[in-house]
């Protein structure tokens, strides 16, 4: 049956060309933007959690600026305890110089000493970045490292920088040493040879020198350390220098020195007496450290003036170098780390970019497929839709 009132096949005609329409809309959409999916109205879910995954990488630019500063000041940090262990490379120096000659050549190089030194704190002092400063005995840092996302929970994550002290401020001399033998008497150093055939000396901390918690005494010994540190429980007792003795004992045992014996007489207050059996000389030196002092306090009592002062010099200088080098291997490891986790960053969110594109971006190639067939499409549908308009007409023939 023919009708004039409705034309089905221009019904399907037009659906068709509206359809060819919106698809040719989309494409051309695609190629414009290059989403396959530009809003939520082309896939809620995926366009939702695209929209996560970008903010995500949006806050990793953050992280990433936040481990550059971090890892700049650990550098700035790890160079200026590179540059003191290197001055106290050379002070060793001088002083091992200061152990022969003259009280007058002493003098001399103690000058040398002194300049160092000065040196050592302009360093300490200049090493800030940002008013950071890891060297001066101040906090330490937590660098910003990672966005973790459990589900729709977010968390940050931070690597902690431990701040070392290589500051000389603070530090009081105190008599800690007191009527030790071979050895300078009331200092806060001690130095004494222990050769071969008269190899015994006493080490004796003195009770009247007023020890506070923290206070700590080293002895070096053969080269190896031993390092005692004032509780608040001993400073409680009646006798801190007898604890200190009898725990100087235990830590110097526990170094294992070929040679050497240490006994501690209880009826001797805070004395220990060192006996050298193996045969050949033994220095043996001293040092005393307040618990607010910088971790080269002692290099305010290093005096290399005189002879004793000198030997006992030379003790102290091991540990301080010591300290300077624990400190720079510290900010290394540390800045190392921290560039480890940059580069992971970096990665992770170039790893993050490539998933969104993989669900939001147009696949070209096939945009540009699939315009041109679409244009095909609706050439035919227009040539379609002309016919279907066209067909009423030979009606008129049944009334002529």
């Excluded at 023919?2 to 040719?24: C, D, E, F, P, Y």
């Amino acid at each position: 049956m023919s009708s004039i009132l409705t034309n089905s096949s221009a019904m399907v005609a037009l659906q068709t060309m509206k359809g060819i329409n919106s698809n040719l809309t989309q494409v051309q959409s695609e190629i414009s933007t290059g989403k396959a999916i530009g809003s939520s109205k082309d896939n809620a879910a995926v366009w939702a959690i695209s929209k996560t995954m970008e903010s995500d990488v949006s806050s990793f630019k953050g992280v990433t600026d936040a481990l550059s500063v971090g890892s700049s000041t650990v550098a700035v940090a790890r160079t200026a305890a590179e540059t003191v262990t290197n001055l106290l490379t050379e002070m060793k120096t001088k002083i091992v110089a200061a152990q022969g000659g003259s009280d007058a050549d002493r003098t001399k190089i103690q000058t040398d000493v002194v300049a160092l030194r000065e040196q050592i704190g302009a360093v300490v002092g200049a090493a800030q970045l940002n008013g950071v400063n890891l060297v001066n005995g101040g906090a330490g840092m937590d660098v910003l490292s990672s966005l973790n996302r459990n589900g729709a929970t977010v968390e940050t994550d931070t690597i902690s920088v431990a701040a070392q002290n290589l500051s000389i401020g603070g530090y009081t001399a105190k008599a800690a040493f007191t009527g030790t033998t071979g050895a300078s008497t009331g200092a806060d150093t001690f130095g004494a040879t222990m050769d071969a055939t008269t190899g015994t000396t006493d080490v004796v901390f003195d009770d009247t020198a007023g020890f506070a918690a923290g206070d700590s005494i080293s002895l070096t010994i053969g080269g190896k350390s031993a390092t005692y540190t004032f509780s608040k429980s001993d400073i409680a007792s009646a006798t801190p220098a007898d604890l200190a003795a009898v725990g100087m004992k235990n830590a110097i045992e526990k170094l294992g020195i070929d040679g050497l014996e240490v006994s501690y007489d209880s009826g001797t207050a805070g004395t220990l007496t060192l006996t050298n059996t193996s045969g050949n000389d033994m220095v043996v030196s001293g040092q005393f450290s307040n618990a607010n002092a910088g971790g080269l306090g002692g290099l305010a009592a290093i005096d290399v003036s005189t002879a004793a002062g000198a030997t006992a010099a030379l003790g102290a200088i091991d540990g301080l170098l010591t300290t300077a080098t624990n400190a720079a291997a510290s900010f290394g490891s540390s800045e190392r780390r921290l560039s480890m986790q940059s580069d992971f960053v970096s990665k992770l969110s170039d790893t993050l970019k490539n998933g969104i594109g993989a669900m939001v971006d147009a696949n070209m190639e096939e945009a540009s497929a699939r315009l041109q067939a679409l244009q095909v499409q609706q050439q035919l549908g227009i040539q379609a839709l002309s016919i279907a308009n066209q067909a009423p007409q030979s009606i008129m023939s049944l009334f002529r």
